[in-house]
């Protein structure tokens, strides 16, 4: 019986509220935060930072997987020629070198994947923070995640990207 009570009330506050929101314009603010991530000196700070630890062992990845692939096709002009056993030998260390790089390559997407994850938390966090900070200063009644094509439409919407990089950059040298 409570349940049902809250539900009425819960319906009845959406349709009063709604229709004080159809009388007054809705100021409604946009901040593009993949774009603001990467513009703001914290973030672009993060992703050299990030390169410059992972590549190394990217680098090192990528020539091994070459190695693999002229070693592949050598094997391949040379299997005929092979005796059975030897090729059933070098075919079996082939594809056990190809499960290895294939291991390493997923552990190296995966790690690098938590690292960037755990590098850019704060930054994100900060962003929400100066998103609010701006949103308030503004007098936004909303603003929405415009990151990539999420909104199809919005008559009067205020790109507020740039104040929040700014807001964001001030707060956080």
Do not use: C, H, W
């Amino acid at each position: 019986m409570m349940t049902f009570k809250k539900v009425l009330m819960s319906a009845t506050l959406v349709a009063f509220g709604t229709a004080g929101l159809a009388q007054a314009a809705v100021k409604v603010g946009t901040v593009d935060m993949q774009r603001a991530l990467r513009s703001v000196k914290r973030g672009k700070n993060a992703q050299a930072k990030l390169e410059k630890d992972l590549g190394a062992e990217k680098t090192k990845l990528e020539k091994d997987q070459e190695k693999f692939q002229k070693d592949a096709q050598a094997f391949q002009q040379k299997a005929e020629a092979l005796s059975e056993k030897a090729r059933a030998e070098q075919g079996g260390a082939l594809q056990q070198r190809m499960v290895d790089i294939q291991q390493r390559a997923q552990k190296f997407q995966m790690d690098a994947q938590r690292r960037q994850a755990e590098a850019i938390e704060p930054i994100v966090k900060g962003l929400r923070e100066a998103t609010t900070r701006v949103g308030s200063k503004r007098k936004m009644d909303l603003v929405i995640d415009d990151t990539g094509e999420a909104i199809l439409y919005a008559e009067d919407k205020t790109d507020l990207t740039e104040e929040v990089i700014k807001a964001y950059d001030e707060k956080n040298p």
